[in-house]
């Protein structure tokens, strides 16, 4: 069976019915419900609230992935409802953040290509490159998954071609003292 309906087009009950009994649609996208849980206009904010709930009862992994590969959403669903303070949001991308990290290291994933970081995100539309897939660092990629614990290369690199220099000097002046004497 296929839905044939965009998700955001459901109403209360049609989210109810779907969400219990998901393994019948052929065409059934966890990360569409979730998004589409943000854009309804036909919901309630209180409607949203219970719909979540019961979408990250039945789909708990899904649910966690979702910091990984759309954050935005994830930020959003989790902060229905609530008025948060500046330092409340930036604790919440903190861990956010933090979370990330630890999926990609216990999944032991050596890339970070997820959702929205893999594309194109521009503000402008008449960008010809605008939702396109992009190589992860490359300088289509707008938005990147950067942790604290990340290091540098060109750093790496400057400090190499530093340190090589150095030795270079180094020798060169122990070769003209030892020449003088």
Known sequence: MKINRKFNTLTYDEYVHLIENHKKYTDFNTLGLFRAIMESTKLTEEQK?????????????????????????????????QNLTAADKEQRWTD?????????????????????????LCPYDTCPFNGLM???????????????????????????????????????IIAEHLDSE
Do not use: W
Not at 96 to 116: A, E, P, S, V, Y
Not at 143 to 153: E, G, I, L
């Open 134 to 172: 992009v190589r992860q660092g490359s300088r289509l990629a707008e938005r990147a998954m950067y942790f604290c614990s990340d290091q540098n290369s060109y750093a790496q690199q400057v400090k190499s071609e530093r340190r090589k220099q150095e030795r270079r000097t180094t020798k060169r």
């Open 96 to 120: 956010i953040r933090i979370t990330q990290q630890k999926i990609l290291k216990d999944k032991r994933l050596q890339h970070r290509n997820f959702g929205t970081y893999s594309k194109h």
């Open 49 to 81: 609230i219970e719909i979540r709930t019961s979408a990250t009862a039945v789909f708990f992994k899904s649910f966690e992935f979702l910091q990984l590969k759309d954050p935005v959403t994830y930020f959003e669903l989790t902060t229905l409802g």
